[in-house]
């Protein structure tokens, strides 16, 4: 069993940065990949970063590339998510999730559990 906890989010300004970071308990926290997803309003859930548990190699998705770094602290249990260069459409709910099936790393199904989110709001 893992428990995920975000913080991190705020109100910001086209053109700033935040950096979420996400708690997890447990010991085995190193044993599981870990992705970043977002939810904006009557919108689904979609994949943001990922990074594998054993390396450092991460994904992301089209519309965050080259904007946001996602990365992994095993003595900490934290993974972060460094966002740059924030645009009104990076406007949502973060979640942080961890997993090990075999769907892909940018899959929901990929993992077994979620954090309880944290919003962002990019707006002038």
């Known amino acids: 069993q893992v428990q995920l906890e975000e913080s991190g989010g705020g109100v910001v300004q086209p053109g700033d940065s935040l950096r979420l970071s996400c708690a997890a308990s447990?010991?085995?926290?190193?044993?599981?990949?870990m992705g970043w997803f977002r939810q904006a309003p009557g919108k689904e859930r979609e994949f943001v970063a990922a990074v594998w548990r054993s390396s450092d190699i991460s994904y992301y998705a089209d519309s965050v590339k080259g904007r946001f770094t996602i990365s992994r602290d095993n003595t900490k249990n934290t993974v972060y998510l460094q966002m740059n260069l924030l645009k009104p459409e990076d406007t949502a709910v973060y979640y942080c999730?961890?997993?090990?099936?075999?769907?892909?790393?940018?899959?929901?199904?990929?993992?077994?559990?979620w954090g309880q989110g944290t919003q962002v709001t990019v707006s002038s």
């Open positions: 999730a961890a997993g090990v099936r075999a769907d892909p790393l940018r899959a929901r199904h990929h993992y077994d559990y």
């Open positions: 447990g010991r085995t926290f190193s044993s599981y990949d």
